[in-house]
């Protein structure tokens, strides 16, 4: 008969430890059972402790497993772990550990005999107060070696005066003449006046290491705008606002926070200054982000202290903030197209003077599809065009570069009229005028007749079949009439011609068109010009996410671009700084976004939409330094 496996022992050893008068310990242990015991001042706890720094009931012990313990404050009061304040604790019976309550000490570890979680108690405070003891304590001390108390206390002050303020100041005065030449530095080494500061320059400002002088001017002065400007004088924005009106949007300072604006101002640091928001010594590093606070102590609630201004109220991305207003196309016929801004709404169209579905060209299953299907050592044997090829990101990541015909659309849609051996000659796009000049040209040419067939002018079929077939309609010997070249004019600027088919052609024109005029196509790249927006960021997101319209628009002046919520709006990612936006929408993939992130107070110095003789030649060179399409620069 087997013998049944030993039962895993239950309740606890608790060890009492007390001292002698000679300091003796007497060790009183008592078990407890069950898989709970209290720990306080009350007598009926398990481990009692005498101690008016404990409370009656304190905290209770309950086993976890065979090797883990749970030990919880029964009210309010804390107890230390292991030196650490804590109100509740998974303690480790193998680790053991070390609790603190008041006065006590309990030490926690395993019996080697029973196997039970054994807690040792001990009162860290001397147990006697005579004087006897009192003299014993004193016998090996150095007390009577060393100065009294009164003594220490004033060489140690005096010792600190001159190390943290005498000689820091006299270094500070000594350089004080030097610094007024141009590019003076220090020498390497320590300088006395460093003790000062408050900890390491960032990155940005790693070369006035040395040179203090370079933003602390005067001694005891805190740093001013004027020393900032002295270096940054192109890439400090101004503020369209004067600094009366800033302070007046942040709002008078109530009760405490008034006294504070008044020290501050009467120690020469007033409120508004460039300091308040970039904060310097915070570590070798880049300088710190701006946080959300400094923003949302002027914007939220805004309108309330400034009444007359056009920006709405905003807290927090992800809780307050207005919807965008991006600007957007109403009118490109004009010499520059006609921008307005907007508020985003589902439903909200743009005029770009163009024909174009994106759901036809991103059909899976139309005749576009099956070009792609047929073309597969162009498009790699997919089932469909995709967004990459017609939209190319620019060198900087920014954005995408202006859809140009002869790159992504005459691929599939040929503008070729003729074939002179075996060289295709094609309409100029973009040139109506020239259109119609070399459609009569060709018809008053010498040489073989010209064909009745016009069906060359319409629509080609994409591919390089496309190409023979236009060529083979007009090597084709027929009569030449004069009105052929105006019935070839009529053709490719009406239904199912080359140019009515993508573009808004209008009855009417100068002769030198035909009588027709093409609507001008204006492109805009950048529809939110107050917040910024990196596409590079947005590498490893699809499309399709945030473009969800694209894949169903069967209307040209459709805008694509997602708006704050919805299916692809930002708030499908993007929280706000706090992230209490998650409490009402449920967020796949968080992200924290303080208002920093699209709107640097900096952003406008060198921004690409601002004008080039505006812009920091430093920044965004690539974007700047790109061919431009006509009216594109409008939108910048």
């Not at 579905?357 to 059909?363: F, I, N, Q």
Request: with cysteine; net charge neutral; proline share 5%.
């Amino acid at each position: 008969m087997s013998t049944p496996p030993p039962s895993t022992p239950t309740g606890y050893l608790v060890r009492q430890i007390a001292l002698k008068s000679n300091g003796e310990e007497i060790v009183r242990a008592s078990q407890v059972a069950g898989d709970e015991l209290t720990i306080g001042r009350d007598s009926s706890c398990a481990i009692h402790l005498p101690d008016l720094a404990v409370d009656p009931l304190h905290a209770r012990i309950r086993k976890i497993d065979d090797g883990h313990l749970m030990i919880e404050s029964i009210g309010e009061q804390p107890f230390d772990v292991n030196g650490r304040s804590v109100n509740r604790r998974e303690l480790s019976i193998t680790a053991g550990a070390e609790l603190g309550f008041g006065g006590h000490r309990i030490k926690l570890d395993r019996d080697a005999e029973t196997g039970l979680p054994a807690f040792t108690v001990r009162r860290v405070e001397a147990v006697s107060d005579s004087a006897e003891d009192k003299d014993a304590g004193t016998v090996y001390t150095l007390k009577g070696l060393l100065p009294g108390k009164r003594m220490s206390a004033w060489t140690f002050a005096i010792l600190v005066l001159v190390a943290f303020l005498a000689l820091p100041i006299w270094s500070y005065a000594t350089y004080q003449p030097l610094a007024l030449h141009k590019d003076a530095r220090r020498p390497a080494g320590f300088h006395a006046d460093q003790t000062w500061s408050s900890g390491h320059l960032s990155l940005a400002h790693k070369n006035l290491n040395n040179n203090c002088q370079a933003c602390h001017t005067k001694a005891f002065v805190a740093v001013r705008d004027n020393a900032c400007l002295s270096c940054h004088t192109q890439d400090a924005h101004q503020h369209i606002a004067d600094g009366g009106r800033l302070l007046r949007a942040r709002g008078n300072p109530e009760g405490f926070a008034a006294f504070q604006r008044a020290v501050a101002t009467m120690f020469n640091r007033p409120a508004g200054r460039c300091v308040d928001c970039h904060t310097e010594h915070e570590g070798a590093g880049a300088m710190p982000a701006t946080q959300q606070q400094f923003c949302t102590t002027c914007h939220d609630g805004l309108k309330s202290r400034l009444p007359d201004t056009r920006i709405a109220d905003a807290a927090d991305f992800g809780t307050a903030h207005p919807e965008f207003r991006p600007t957007i196309i109403v009118d490109p016929t004009g010499e520059k197209p006609l921008l307005q801004r907007v508020a985003w709404s589902e439903g909200l169209r743009e005029n770009d003077g163009l024909k174009f579905t994106h759901a036809a060209h991103l059909s899976k299953v139309n005749g576009i599809a099956q070009m792609v299907h047929r073309r597969a050592d162009m498009y790699g044997g997919r089932s469909s065009l995709e967004c990459k090829d017609c939209h190319q990101v620019d060198p900087s990541g920014t954005w995408y570069e202006p859809v140009k015909m002869e790159k992504s659309c005459q691929t599939c849609h040929s503008l070729t009229f003729d074939q002179v051996g075996g060289t295709f000659r094609t309409l100029r796009h973009g040139e109506p005028a020239m259109v119609v000049a070399d459609l009569r040209a060709y018809y008053r040419s010498a040489g073989p007749v010209r064909p009745a067939n016009l069906s060359g002018l319409a629509r080609r079929v994409p591919g390089d079949a496309a190409l023979q077939s236009t060529a083979a309609d007009y090597a084709r010997a027929v009569r030449f009439y004069p009105t052929r070249a105006d019935q070839a004019v009529a053709q490719v600027f009406s239904k199912g011609g080359m140019c009515y088919d993508c573009h808004t052609v209008i009855p009417g024109g100068a002769a030198s068109t035909g009588g027709f005029t093409v609507q001008k196509v204006a492109q805009n790249n950048r529809y939110y010009h107050t917040g910024w927006f990196n596409h590079k960021d947005h590498t490893k997101t699809d499309c399709a996410f945030c473009h969800a319209k694209a894949e169903t628009s069967n209307d040209a002046s459709d805008l694509m671009i997602p708006g704050m919520n919805g299916k692809g709006g930002c708030r499908s990612c993007h929280v706000g700084e706090s992230g209490t936006h998650l409490a009402s929408v449920s967020v796949k993939d968080p992200v924290d976004s303080g208002c920093a992130m699209c709107h640097s107070y900096h952003m406008d110095s060198g921004a690409p939409w601002q004008p080039k003789d505006k812009r920091n030649a430093a920044v965004h060179r690539a974007d700047a330094d790109r061919p431009r399409l006509p009216g594109e620069a409008a939108l910048r």
